[in-house]
């Protein structure tokens, strides 16, 4: 079941698991409102009987995104679409995988979820370090029923929210990031774990890590 506020990419990654022989639905939503986000878990349970792999992979930012600039919209906009709408989905998804012992949820943080630095700008940190903080709450009471959650904490990845940075980035520097299917690859592997194996968190970066490099020539690091 594939959701999120805009149907023509859902569509174009409906068509992409078609081609590869596999099966899905989609289900146009906007995930920030509690409700909706519920009825994609009914209806997820209506037709199939039960729901064992959640991913919460939204994530969105704005250019204006230092306290200098920040308004409480912007606010609003980045929060909600990082933080509410993985915290609504987790809402309606646990009662299903509770009734079933089973169930395994997978959240796409940040590693501006573990560290802070004026890059992502104080509402996208705040909203990634509340997902780490969610998916590790999740396992400390919900191990008891055979529930497990991985939060994933990628470093620079070239997707599009790239477009929102204030400094723009150069087709060099994204082709030495990591890439959509590189994080696909780990978060298929994590969905494929065996039921008695609870992967906490994950850090995946680019081997060129863009903040350690800039370190290296302000001389901060010597190699």
């Known amino acids: 079941m594939l959701s999120g506020r805009r149907e023509a990419p859902l569509r174009e990654t409906a068509a992409l ?5 596999g099966r899905s639905e989609v289900e146009p939503s906007d995930l920030t409102d509690a409700a909706a986000a519920a009825h994609i878990a009914e209806e997820i349970r209506t037709r199939h ?10 994530g969105v930012n704005i250019s204006r995104r230092s306290w200098a600039e920040l308004d409480a919209s912007g606010a609003d906009q980045v929060l909600n679409g990082n933080l509410s709408s993985a915290f609504y989905c987790v809402l309606a998804a ?15 943080a940040s590693m501006a979820g573990r560290s802070i630095g004026p890059l992502s700008g104080a509402a996208y940190a705040t909203a990634k370090h509340g997902v780490v903080g969610m998916s590790h709450s999740i396992n400390c009471e919900e191990c008891i029923n055979g529930i ?14 790239l477009d929102q ?9 994204r082709a030495r990031m990591l890439q959509s ?3 696909a690859d780990l978060i298929v592997y994590i969905a494929a774990l065996p039921a008695h194996v609870c992967l906490n968190e994950v850090w995946i970066t680019p081997t060129w890590n863009r903040g350690y490099v800039a370190a290296l020539k302000q001389g901060h690091v010597r190699p």
């Open 94 to 108: 646990l009662p299903i995988m509770r009734a079933q012992k089973n169930g395994v949820l997978i959240h796409t």
């Open 17 to 21: 698991i078609a081609a590869e022989g």
């Open 165 to 173: 940075r204030p400094v723009p980035v150069s087709s060099q520097d």
């Open 181 to 183: 299917e590189d994080v």
């Open 49 to 58: 009987g039960r729901l064992d792999i959640l991913v919460n992979n939204a």
């Open 148 to 161: 497990r959650s991985t939060v994933v904490c990628p470093g620079e990845v070239a997707t599009p929210i």
